[in-house]
Nanobody, 129 residues
Framework: QEQLVESGGGLAQPGGSLGRTCAAS????????IGWFREAPGKEREGVSC????????WYTDSVKGRFTITRDKGKNTVYLEMNDLQVEDTAVYYC??????????????????????WGQGTQVTVSK
């Protein structure tokens, strides 16, 4: 299991913005989906966004569509998550992860939970007035 290096997160007001980064190995970058899950107190872990390895297309959970943007830099083996128009409901611990199935584990976590290859250490994102 490789070590994913995460950075970013922190505190924002509603309507504000934050960014996240996740650095992975070259192999994972070329063959695995990479993205973020989040886990809020009292709620189940859910996939937030993922970028497919082959064509770089993106998947987003419905609640963040139009507000979050995931991109990648192949030269740096790094994936970025730009979070705009943050809402209180976005408050959670965010975890970067790699998915050998592409992005299916992010979309259908309960069915694919065991397939995820690696996890980052997680970082708190708090949205508060």
């Amino acid at each position: 299991q490789e070590q994913l290096v995460e950075s970013g997160g922190g505190l924002a007001q509603p309507g504000g913005s934050l960014g996240r980064t996740c650095a992975a190995s070259a192999y994972a970058f070329d063959y695995y989906g990479i993205g973020w899950f989040r886990e809020a107190p009292g709620k189940e872990r859910e996939g937030v966004s993922c970028i497919w390895p082959n064509d770089g297309s993106a998947w987003y959970t419905d609640s963040v569509k139009g507000r979050f943007t995931i991109t990648r830099d192949k030269g740096k083996n790094t994936v970025y998550l730009e979070m705009n128009d943050l809402q209180v409901e976005d408050t959670a611990v965010y975890y970067c992860a790699t998915d050998p199935t592409g992005c299916f584990a992010f979309q259908y976590y309960s069915d694919y939970e065991g397939s995820l290859a690696s996890w980052g250490q997680g970082t708190q994102v708090t949205v508060s007035k």
